[in-house]
């Protein structure tokens, strides 16, 4: 027998005070493969029992000294004595012990005598059940360790009594006492966070139903407020049939595991200073953009920019206070880049655009989704707008410019390596020029970026330069024959590029937010010019005066009108404000307001470039308008396109209905003038009879219209087939 098998022989104590009986039982059990120990009387077994630890323990009960009963309770009192099978060994007349000791906690009886097999089976039974339990007892408490520590726990539900019988482990990980745990799945529901329930419980109900495993990630909101993440592996309880009868699921707490997760995903994406994308990350947003704009036909840009001088800041102010500033730096940008975002197209995340930091004091922007590569311009003046207000760190105000260079797919590189090396180009090339400032990498497509950025910057200093210069159009009267009225048509003399229409600047303008401003200062000059002409001796001549969309909307317009008028002493009857449909109606409440208010003054109100906006009959009517002004696009077919022709027609048989004026601009030829006065259109304006002329040609030219009698070609009506 080897020693193992020495160890693993089950232990029986046999404690009788009569040492023939205690024989006989010892023999029989060793001859059946126990080991045996022997005690004499109880307190012998107490001795012997606290060195050997029998397995089982077979007790007399009537003994002189401490009786078997007194023994058998004093046992249990043993360490280790609790769970040992003690079995009394009694004469078959003795009903009272055997009563009284059970009370003492006895496992079992044997009636002497007794048959030497049935002595052994009895006690073989009872030691393997006694190794099953201690084997059962043992695994069962390593399972609760090996859960507890890690944090495992495991429920079972009964979805016919939606009972839910959980480990106290469960109770544990949510933080609770296991008597105030939900004994049922509808209250462990309650638990659940509202967003993730409808998952469970479809996961279990689905388990159920196809018998296959699931597993679940979700939120427990506990009542203290705190918030679990758990992880649930659900596995269905079979029954004999085969069938489903619940479902038994662990739990497992996966918190910290996620704040982990969590944590190296953010060392791994992010700069850890100030909290913005790094190298890594952004490198991939790049990728997505450029994708995205691919297929979107979208413009992408990437901003390289650099703080000036800020190894100086860094090197006398400290480290501390440059990492201060790098934080505070980040926060601004983040602001410019979420503005940029809040207009982008569309919410697709891809589409977003994305900041980092690249180390030291570079940092980048991604702008995905835009429309022109202006758009990034817009950017960098609002990144530098942002920087230029001083930083306060600690007891300093620290002052910084930054220097951007801008590169935009696919113009000018189609991957992350391409676009950065241009954009850094393009940062170089500011910073050679003197730095704090921003420039596109060069390429035919952002030379018009320049170009129009370059006018921005010659706009802001035109009007005070006095580059502007109004040009007057006459417009004749188809009954009479006579110039009615002039509309004054801005141009820009730049001091390079000589003059500018205004199609080439007035979007700018407004752009710029300078519209309200210019428009003030053309009505001036306008009503100035046309007040000298009433002076002349031309008291009926109007004069006709375009209104931008932001003079429109800008709430000083009826004073500006009022005081202009008051001012050059122009006669307000006189005065005619062409406004386009689009700038009326965007919003048309505030708009009829505005155009009764400038009534009440005198003034005219004509509607420009009519039919090329969205105005109904219905609506007009709501308007209180003069004038009708047919837009060149109509006239410009009139001869010949039936549609145009109709349309024209048709306004003006309109408008004469409102009770308005119709005029017609951009008439060039003798039928298209023929048409209008056959329909019965009033007024006129095109090439036909002049150019825009320059101001101090404007009344030569009304002299000699009247001297050569030239408006007889004007009134003379030639028949011509409709
Ligand atoms: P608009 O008010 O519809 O002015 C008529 C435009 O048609 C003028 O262009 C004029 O030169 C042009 N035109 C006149 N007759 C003919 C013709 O027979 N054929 C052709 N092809 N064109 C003709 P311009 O001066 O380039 O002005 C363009 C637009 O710019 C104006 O259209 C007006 O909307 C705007 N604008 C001009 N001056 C001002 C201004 O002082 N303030 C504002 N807010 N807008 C202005
Ligand atoms: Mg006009
Ligand atoms: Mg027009």
Known sequence: MSNDS??????????????????????????ADFRVEEAVDGSHALEVFRTVHPHIVLLDVGMPGMTGIETCAALRHLPGGAQVPIVMVTGHDDTDSIAHSYEAGASDFMIKPFHPLILTQRIR????????????????????????????????????????????????????????????????????HPEDRTVVQKSLHDGLTTKHHCSMEYRICLPNGTQLIVESQARPIRNDLHGV?????????????????????????????????????????????????????????????????FKVINDTLGHE???????????????????????????????????????GDEFTVLLNNLTHSEDAACVAQRIQRELAEPFHLGQHDVFVTATI???????DGLDLEALLKHADTAMYSVKSLGRNGYKFYSSSMNQHAEQRFALEADLRRALDRDEFMICF????????????????LIRWHHPSLGILPPGKFLQIVED??????LGEWVLRAACTQARSWLAAGHPSIQLAVNL???QFHDAQLTDIVANVLAETKFPSELLDLELTETIMFRSPEHAIATLQSLRILGVELSLDDFGTGFSSLRHLQQYPLNALKIDQSFIRNIAENERDAAITRMVIAMAHGLGLRTLAEGVETQEQLDFLRELGCEVVQGFILSQPLAADLFLPFVAKHIATGAGRRFTSFRRFAL
């Open 6 to 31: 020495a160890l693993d022989q089950p232990v029986i104590l046999v404690v009788d005070d009569d040492h023939v009986d205690r024989a006989l039982i010892c023999e029989c059990l060793k001859s």
């Open 125 to 192: 039974y009872l030691s393997r059940a006694t190794h099953a339990f201690l084997a059962l007892t043992k695994s069962a408490a390593q399972l609760r360790y090996a859960q507890s520590i890690a944090g495992l726990g495991s429920w079972e539900w009964d979805p016919r009594s939606d009972a839910l019988q959980s480990t106290d482990q469960v109770a544990r990980i949510f933080g609770m006492r296991p008597e105030h745990f939900p004994k049922s799945f509808t209250g462990f529901l309650e638990l659940i």
């Open 245 to 309: 009868e619940g479902m038994a699921v662990t739990i497992h707490d996966i918190t910290s595991r996620k704040e982990a997760e969590e944590k190296i995903h953010s060392l791994a994406y992010y700069d850890s200073l100030t909290g913005l994308a790094n190298r890594h990350l952004f490198k991939d947003r790049v990728g997505q953009a450029l994708a995205y704009s691919q297929r979107h036909q979208a413009i992408a840009a990437v901003l390289f920019m650099d703080l000036d001088r």
């Open 321 to 359: 206070v440059g990492d201060q500033l790098l934080q505070e730096v980040a926060e601004r940008l983040k602001n410019c880049v979420r503005m940029s975002d809040s207009v982008a197209r569309d919410t697709d995340p891809t589409s977003q655009s994305c900041l980092a930091r690249l180390g």
């Open 405 to 411: 260079g801008i590169a935009c797919f696919p113009m």
């Open 473 to 488: 159009q006459p417009l004749i009267d188809l009954r009479t024959g006579a110039i009615v009225k002039a509309e004054a």
């Open 512 to 517: 710029v937010g300078l519209g309200p401003r």
């Open 548 to 550: 931008s969309d932001s």
